[in-house]
């Protein structure tokens, strides 16, 4: 086991963060549940942690907009330590609603605290969508994906604010997962692409491959009683590269 | 102080694009669209340009100061929450603000503008009354209003006593009508009589309060005069069965599991207030349910539920609803958008989605599930002693749901729509999920010596009970209003959702303030505990409730009950048997496209099936993870060296829950739920499987046009298990060409009474397929054990509606495999019946090849063979008789729900 240990950072409305940690023990690393009050009240500090991770979940009743409010409290009050954060290039994860944190916060895609390049918005179903989705990865760089390049990974989606709107201005992007249909292919067909994404856009990374968002959950596709447990492999290059 | 508002308007709002459709596809061709405006409503002094970010996001709203729509071109309709209520994002908009450095915002408010393109003011404010908005606490905002403050104002009605003494009994009758006490008169007698006796007149505090607590919703009334109410749990207490560690005493059953810990289960339904007002009542029926789980023993944690809704057919023609009913397709969509709304945010998963039909359902049938765990040393409760601190915890107490027990305990009409409608809760699922995560600190950290939700009764009733062997002194002056005009009774017996009282030892108030602050859970001290066996109530300098807890208890009466069997006249079936391959063809697809046996993925693709990570088996499944599997498997203890499970196990080591609905008491209806319950509990009895909880709702019945629709007699039960490995799991899609299909247990093709088949004609018949006794299902079942553990088979399932058939079809569309299957075999009787007889206690099992030998004595019929073509092939004695593929099959089973729902 890795001494090297990954927040998961949870605030109310949250509700992945047990099995988000799991499936990191799974994978031989070791989690640790950070709620988001104790580092805004000086309990505890993101710098005591080597990587974080966003889980999935509605902070706050997605009051305002799904992750505005857990995203407003990590720019406007924890700015300084997510600075150092990313400026010590420490891995960092956003599963879902946690995807939505991200790019909220501007942490995705340009690592920007508080510039806002990339939403995730309603389905196009206008309908939370619980589905069993494949996933092309792509060969971009990203640590979480690493070794993995053209793999189609099962794993399951549930959400009703995950259609990726990408600012057109030049944002730095990087696709990493495409919902795929049976053939391995990207899709655009309903409801293989739950979302509407368009490009089929499920998971994207920045400049450096170290932050990842996707919509999809990894966390549900890692224990032995799972259907699948594709998304074990992300956690496990986690442990991988922490433990470098 | 200043108020500024800001504008949004989505650049691509899917949510009203949804609307439009729906409204469209609703009585309203003439929309031709809809735009929706959200309005921030700010006081004080802040700059809102600073608090932009927090409101808007500019990649997808557009933000302005002043409305961007136009309005010549259609009727606006602004929805706020009224001046007395708070806006349940209010928190979360002060919070934010402090957040980003703006503390000078001390109020905010959010309103929405519905502009509806192509209709008139009239039409559009019909729509948005009967669909968007909740009068009780919302209104509409008229144009020009001028805003003072945005803070919640209001002034309650002061206290009043009211005088029983010289009421006639009709008098008497008449008050409890009006007051919506829906008390009978027998118990109005005992309050009079208990205001001569203690020489002063009650308080309208102190008869809500009875009228409440002796409600049938509350006390059981009509059980008790059928001597029903202990029927089920004397056969559980007779059973004695190891594994039950709590029935029928807390707020949910529970059985032992794995490793010390317990699984609970409860079922709760919420039939009125979702016939009212179906969005509302089917989130707070989830909303309440989950807090029996919470409310268990020293609180426990929600690990899966369920939704099972009945209404009439929601294809029914506009002019076939009772007056005073909702339209049964607004009930289930209504139900669906509600339980998405509020079990997805809670994080539990979805286990069993189900919707059924029929024409008595005009007050709907709305039943939810909740199971948790506790660790064992948690899972029984400690009475409350003096002293204890009575804490209030959760949201706020509003207007909400007041006279919902009494309510809900009575006939629906036509008019009680109306005049019932504050009856109807709110849920904020966001404050009951705080809470779900701090109750197991609280109690792991020992500050819970007992725990219950506030349900039916509200704050009356949770202390009343808690306090029932103590006595307890509240201040009702305490309690968080979100509405500032409610008087004492009101605050007593709002059922404002999200709240739960616990019993702390005032050692640990401390802690346990630290652990809900850390937790952003709003709590009060409400009072506490005494020892003078009394429930006392202050507010604003009064004493407003003196009651003996023995009188409160002890002293409803109960009106005795007239039991007479009915005489029924059942036609027998008139269906003629399929003859030609079209006409099998019509026979299947009247099974496949019945609402109770086609696809209803449309609503349950709605609902998380997968979160917290425990789902060894989804109520989807297969290959495509879209084959219903009917069940759902549960791996709730991680980490373990085996993966215990939930369901799906050997009968030894089940249990039930038990929710009956039936119509108001007449002598037939009282013989029909006698018979029931005596059936099922002397069933439980020898099957040795014990009912562990259970609920009954007598109200089933509605009065229109001077017309009663009884809702038909409705028993569900629910089963809960354990299995130590979920990889013996057997699901029901078929695994491999070649394996054989084999019906083990009865059949008989002639006895199609009551199946969907038969529905399908209109019709009910007159016989019903054989009931198995216990013995003849103990043996079925230890045959199935026998099989199961030597591995006979690699897939199963059990018969029930839509026969053999279904089941054929469900295990290849969920395979990607197909059947084979002759129809001559040594059965008698009709060959329709064959395939679509409900052989229910009868299992379809896959044997591979040299496994045959297992079926050595059991009693088995081999029907044909898995093939590797998806399609499914009917012969006689080898001769084609009907085939199809899969795929075509499916389009027709996918159809049904998704026309109702979309």
Known sequence: MSEATTAVLYAPGTN??????????????????????????????????????????????????????????????????????????????GICNGFQVLTEAGILPDRAPGERAMALIENQSARFEDRKVRLLVSSEKCMWTEGLAGQVLEMPVAHAEGRPLLCERGNRAQVVFYYADIEGRPTLEYPANPNGAPGAVAGVTDSTGLVLGLMPHPERASLPAQYSRDGLKLFRNLVRWLGK | MAIHSVYALYKDDAEARSWLSFFRSHGCPALDGLVIERVFWLEGDVSVERLLPLLVNPLYQDASERSQLDPSLGPIVEIAYRPAVTDPETPSILAGARALGENG?????????????????????????????????ERVREPGEVVTTLRPTGTPDPVRAILLA???????????????????????????????????????????????????????????????????????????????????????????????????????????????????????????????????????????????????????????????????QLIVTESIRATAYYTNPMGIPMMHPIYRIHPGYAKCFALGHSVGLIPRRYAIKDEPRPGDVALLMGGETGRDGIH????????????????????????????????TSAIPVLRDAGCVRSITDLGAGGISCAVGEMGAETGVRIDLDVVPLKDRSLTAWEILLSESQERMLVAVPPEKLAETVAILDRYEVLHTVLGHFTDNKRLEAFWQGQKVVDLEMSFLWEACPIDSTVIAEPQRQLASLDIPEPATASEWGEAVRRVLTHYHCADQQAAGSQFDTTVQGRTAVGPFGGKSHRMPTNLYVSAPLRGKTYEAVVAGADYHELALCDNFYTPRLRPDIAWDLKRMVETIADLSEQLGIPFISGKDSSSGTMESGGRRIDVPPTLVVSVLGRVPDVKEIVTKDFRSPGDRIVLVGRANPDLLGGSVYADSYGQRGDRLFDAYDAASIRAQWDTILHLHREGAYLSGSAIAEGGVFLRLFEASFGSGLGARIDLNLPIKGRRDGLLFGEFVGSVLLEVPPGMDSFLDGVSHYVLGEVIEEPRLILTEAGHGVWQDSISSLAAAWSKTFREVVE
């Open chain 2, 166 to 328: 010289g009421l006639s009994d009709k008098e008497l009758v008449e008050l409890s009508h009006a007051r919506s006490w829906y008390a009978p008169l027998s118990q109005m007698k005992a309050i009079q009589a208990h205001e001569l006796a203690q020489r002063r007149p009650h308080t309208d505090a102190e008869i809500e309060i009875l009228a409440q607590s002796w409600s049938d919703h509350c006390f059981h009334t009509t059980w008790k005069s059928l001597g029903l109410l202990k029927r089920l749990s004397a056969a559980t207490a007779r059973i004695n069965h190891p594994l039950v560690v709590s029935s029928f005493k807390d707020n949910a059953g529970g059985l032992d599991f794995y490793e010390d810990w317990v699984v609970t289960i409860k079922g709760e339904t919420h039939n009125f207030p979702s016939s009212i007002a179906p969005f509302g009542g089917i989130a707070t029926k989830h909303g309440g349910v989950i807090r029996d789980t919470l409310g268990f023993g020293k609180g426990g944690y929600p690990i899966g539920g369920s939704t099972i809704m009945g209404t009439m057919d929601p294809r029914l023609p506009d002019q076939e609803v009772p007056a005073g009913a909702l339209h049964p």
């Open chain 2, 404 to 435: 919902g027990a009494t309510a809900s305990s009575t006939g629906m009409t036509g008019e009680t729509l109306e005049k019932e409608f504050a009856a109807v809760q709110i849920g904020h699922p966001i404050t009951e999920r705080k809470f």
């Open chain 2, 105 to 137: 915002l001390e109020f905010a408010r959010l309103s929405r503008r519905y502009q509806f393109v192509g209709l008139q003011e009239a039409e559009a404010r019909r729509l948005a009354a009967r669909f968007l908005y909740n009068k009780i606490v």
């Open chain 1, 16 to 93: 992945c963060h047990e099995e988000t940690a799991a499936a990191i023990e799974q994978a031989g690393g070791r989690p640790a549940l950070v709620l988001l009050r104790d580092l805004v009240d000086g309990r505890a500090r993101l710098e005591d942690y080597q990587a974080a991770v966003v889980p999935g979940g509605f902070s706050y009743g997605d009051h305002l907009g799904a992750g505005r409010i857990f995203a407003t409290t990590l720019v406007a009050r924890l700015r300084d330590q997510l600075v150092k954060f990313l400026a010590s290039q420490k891995p960092i994860l």
